[in-house]
């Protein structure tokens, strides 16, 4: 029995001291870096956390039923689902601008109070310089996704840039396209399977996924739910729009970048 103690006397403070790195780091709270400190960050890239998301929302007219910023509500969460998905990655603050109109001849959008809109030039260039910010940072991985229409081409062009550079120095810049086109695919051959409207600007697809992100209606006017027309700035329909709804297609948009991601990334 003494020689027994004396064993584990010898034994458990060297199991400690070995294990004391690992127990000196634990998984980060959040995966979005605007919540994290720099050592935590540092500490998350060195234990695994090696893919960098840039996901664009937009602020934009999104009819009298829904406020300017549903892009960005969207975005961040489904940014926020890629990543836990993953298990790898850390998501970049959302970039709340996209080319939406043309401000001096108020086309697109810009015909509507509060919208924003980046040329597609200045948006490229800051998806670029961001993603160059989290290979500074030691991403090895950076993904470039956007929530809005306008401006894809531009991801994609910024996301060939970068790769032509990194991809030399052993790190990688991707664009994921699939998170928009082929979940909008998806999204509508749901739709048409149920016998409901196609997507459209503001239509069943954008509200249905607002009504589940927002349970307590801060963006959410319920009692505007109309048809769009030329004024209202809606192009779809929607009044048969449902938080059930919304979870689905949010699932299809994650499913959908996740897919290409890991594709991808190696």
């Known amino acids: ?26 998984q ?47 975005a961040r969460y489904v940014a926020g689902r890629i990543a836990e998905e993953l298990g790898n990655a850390l998501v970049y603050p959302v970039l709340p601008f996209a080319p939406t109109g043309d401000p001096a001849k108020k086309t697109g959008h810009m015909r509507f109070p509060g919208s924003v809109s980046l040329s597609e030039a200045t948006y490229g260039a800051v998806a670029r310089e961001v993603a160059q910010s989290a290979l500074a940072a030691g991403f090895r991985n950076v993904v470039l996704i956007g929530e809005h229409g306008d401006g894809q081409r531009a991801l994609e062009r910024a996301a060939q840039q970068l790769e032509r550079v990194w991809s030399a120095k052993g790190k990688h810049v991707y664009y994921i396209g699939d998170a928009y086109y082929v979940a909008l695919r998806r999204v509508n051959a749901y739709l048409s399977a149920h016998g409901l409207p196609a997507s459209r600007h503001a239509g069943i697809h954008d509200t249905s996924e607002l009504m589940y992100l927002d349970p307590d209606e801060r963006w959410l006017r ?30 299809i948009q994650v499913a959908s970048a996740v897919e290409q991601i890991r594709r991808l990334v190696k």
């Open 1 to 26: 029995m003494t020689r027994c103690r004396r064993i584990v006397r010898t034994t458990l403070p060297a199991l400690f001291l070995a294990l004391l790195p690992l127990l000196s780091w634990a």
């Open 28 to 74: 980060p709270g959040s995966v979005y870096i605007e919540d994290l400190t720099w050592p935590e960050v540092r500490d998350a890239i060195a234990h695994g956390k090696t893919t960098a998301i840039f996901y664009a929302g937009s602020t934009e007219q999104n009819g009298p039923h829904m406020a300017l910023g549903k892009h960005n509500v969207i």
């Open 222 to 251: 319920r009692d505007k739910l109309a048809p769009g027309d030329a004024r209202s700035g809606v192009e779809g329909d929607p009044r048969k729009s449902s938080a059930a709804l919304g979870k689905r297609f949010l699932d």
